[in-house]
């Protein structure tokens, strides 16, 4: 380590030069936090998280308020970060409605969130698979006549807590039934956080083999069983350059109980950095941002760099 703090850069043959962190913590980390954010701290969280460097961040979602009370402020918090220079503010759209809300109030990027398994689009869109694909299909389809850039989440790709085994195959058609609509891109969502590194190598190999190129997907691991940085580097190897991670590890899913924090960014950022690849974030910053959102939230954060370099101020 060195004497800032940060380890040191020692690069590894076969990674991509720089990677787009896709910021989730105020929207998949406060989702599912059982006390309500207030409005003002969530948008204080993501201009914080901006200064620190992130250039995606995703804000809120446009969902049903009684589905996802945490985030029934959607209309209050845009406004208020939208203005933030050289920032992306993606937001979750579950459906038509979602969509209204979000163009009412010039959201240039949406999200759309289908699920690989019968299960978890029935806890988590009252939707059958088809359904819910059905339902995708027109939301996509206007967002790209009105110039957004779509992003189409494919939850449960590497186990169901209902099902279990999620075949590959069920994946891959999802993802390309997303593409089919029109998703600019795609994020595999380890939502319950059981993926390991050969099944992520082995499903993006699948992906590619069925016409999925590389560069259209993201990963989106949770941390539940503290695999999700062995998956990034299983991700990287392969090519991929979009990696979600929440700030802090803060997050989960609401509608799938084993779910734990996503992938903590600073965890992230320090293998990036260690490895010499470019993010564009200041770690420190974005730890005294981490450390001030435990505050708020009363607990400390569950990343082991956050609580590292915390302590190390001490
Ligand atoms: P539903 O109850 O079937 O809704 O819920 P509906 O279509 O039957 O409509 C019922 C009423 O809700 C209607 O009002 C609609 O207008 C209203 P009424 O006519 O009765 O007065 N409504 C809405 N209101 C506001 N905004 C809307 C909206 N839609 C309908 N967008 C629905 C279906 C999809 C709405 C619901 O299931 C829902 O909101 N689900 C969201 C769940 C969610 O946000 N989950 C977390 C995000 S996904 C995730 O975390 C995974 C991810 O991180 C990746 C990973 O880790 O795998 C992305
Ligand atoms: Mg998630």
């Known amino acids: 380590m060195t004497v800032e703090g940060l380890p040191m850069a020692v690069p590894a043959a076969g990674l991509p030069a720089r990677v787009r962190i896709h910021e989730v913590g105020a929207r998949d980390g406060l989702q599912n936090e059982s006390a309500t954010v207030p409005t003002e701290i969530k948008a204080e969280f993501v201009r914080r998280l901006a200064d620190a460097g992130l250039t995606t961040i995703e804000a809120t979602s446009f969902v049903h308020p009684k589905w996802v009370p945490q985030l029934a402020d959607a209309e209050q918090l845009f406004p208020l ?141 949770h941390d539940t069983y503290g695999q999700a940085l062995a998956n990034t580097y299983a991700a990287l190897q392969h090519g991929v350059t979009t990696i979600d991670a929440s700030a802090g590890g803060l997050g989960g899913c609401p509608y799938a109980k084993s779910a734990t924090g996503n992938l903590a960014t600073e965890d992230l950022v320090w293998m990036l950095q260690g490895l010499g690849i470019d993010t564009g974030v200041d770690l420190n910053r974005l730890v005294a941002t981490s450390a001030w959102m435990a505050e708020q939230l009363g607990r400390p954060s569950p990343s082991r760099t956050v609580r590292a370099l915390s302590h190390k101020e001490q």
């Open 81 to 221: 970060v939208a203005g933030l220079e050289g920032v992306r503010l993606p937001v979750l759209v579950p459906n038509d409605r979602g969509l209204d809300r979000a163009l009412a109030l010039g959201a240039r990027r949406i999200a759309v969130f289908a699920s690989a398994t019968e299960s978890f689009a029935k806890a988590n869109l009252n939707r059958t698979l088809d359904e819910s694909l059905a339902v995708f299909e027109p939301v996509v389809a206007r967002a790209k006549d009105e110039g957004r850039h779509v992003r189409g989440y494919v939850s449960m790709c590497f186990g169901d807590p209902w099902e279990g085994a999620v075949p590959l195959r069920q994946v891959v058609r999802v993802c390309k039934a997303l593409r089919d609509m029109g998703c600019d891109e795609l994020s595999l969502g380890d939502t319950i956080g059981v993926a390991t590194p050969g099944h992520v190598l082995e499903l993006l190999s699948l992906l590619n083999a069925e016409g999925v190129p590389t560069n259209v997907v993201g990963v989106h691991f």
